[in-house]
Antibody, heavy 124, light 113 residues
Framework: QVQVVESGGAVVQPGGSLRLSCAAS????????MHWVRQAPGRGLEWVAY????????YYSESVKGRFTISRDNSKNTLYLEIYNLRPEDTALYYC?????????????????WGQGTLVTVSS | DIVMTQSPDSLAVSLGERAAINCKSS????????????LAWYQQKPGQPPKLLIY???TRESGVPDRFSGSGSATDFTLTVSSLQAEDVAIYYC?????????FGGGTKVEIK
């Protein structure tokens, strides 16, 4: 079945860096755009970034632009999020989610399915 | 950024009764080019990731029970659960995709009365 599984979360000191991964299976990964969304403990959802199916376009929220980099390796069916200069407010469960549309060249839209998430904790 | 405001923050509904959740956007998400509302709804059960329920404001995702329906246009939207079941206890979020950054409402918690 369609599945995405995140990994790479950790406890990191402020100013540190991390790379999150999202392994996709059950669908043709190279046909779908992908998102990262985060959820701080006990809080709502915050969209972080999106990458088009071919990596041709990337979109970021203002709160992470310049510190986060989304990328993908279609040969490995894997999505990445590189996070630099981590701040305490980046503490959250980070989800990856698929754009259900095939070959979408339009800006990002709705999301599904979502993975279980990987926890990033920024603390000294 | 488009701000999405949901109401109420929480509601308690008896089993079999109707639940309605409202979502208001700070600007219209109705696109004139295709007359579509760029709005989706998600369900997040405790300890689980969000699940897509509805997109284009009223198109039900495959496999979603037909007791879930979406309505509204431009800036005012409603998610309705026609007959609440025990498994519908969750937090529900609306999301606009009219423009980036994509933004979510603050969530509405639905419980059984």
């Amino acid at each position: 079945q369609v599945q995405v599984v995140e990994s790479g979360g950790a406890v990191v000191q402020p100013g540190g860096s991390l790379r999150l991964s999202c392994a996709a299976s059950g669908f043709t990964f190279s046909n779908h755009g992908m998102h990262w969304v985060r959820q701080a403990p006990g809080r709502g959802l915050e969209w972080v970034a999106y990458i088009r199916y071919d990596g041709g376009n990337k979109y970021y929220s203002e709160s992470v632009k310049g510190r986060f980099t989304i990328s993908r390796d279609n040969s490995k069916n894997t999505l990445y999020l590189e996070i630099y200069n981590l701040r305490p407010e980046d503490t959250a469960l980070y989800y990856c989610a698929r754009d259900p549309r095939v070959g979408a060249t339009f800006p990002p839209a709705w999301l599904g399915p979502w993975g279980q998430g990987t926890l990033v904790t920024v603390s000294s | 950024d488009i701000v999405m405001t949901q109401s109420p923050d929480s509601l308690a509904v008896s089993l079999g009764e109707r639940a309605a959740i409202n979502c208001k956007s700070s600007q219209s998400v109705l696109h004139s080019s295709n007359n579509e509302n760029y709005l989706a709804w998600y369900q997040q059960k405790p300890g689980q990731p969000p699940k897509l329920l509805i997109y284009w404001a009223s198109t039900r995702e495959s496999g979603v029970p037909d007791r879930f329906s979406g309505s509204g246009s431009a800036t005012d939207f409603t998610l309705t659960v026609s007959s609440l079941q025990a498994e519908d206890v969750a937090i529900y979020y609306c999301q606009q995709y009219y423009t980036t950054p994509l933004t979510f409402g603050g969530g509405t918690k639905v419980e059984i009365k």
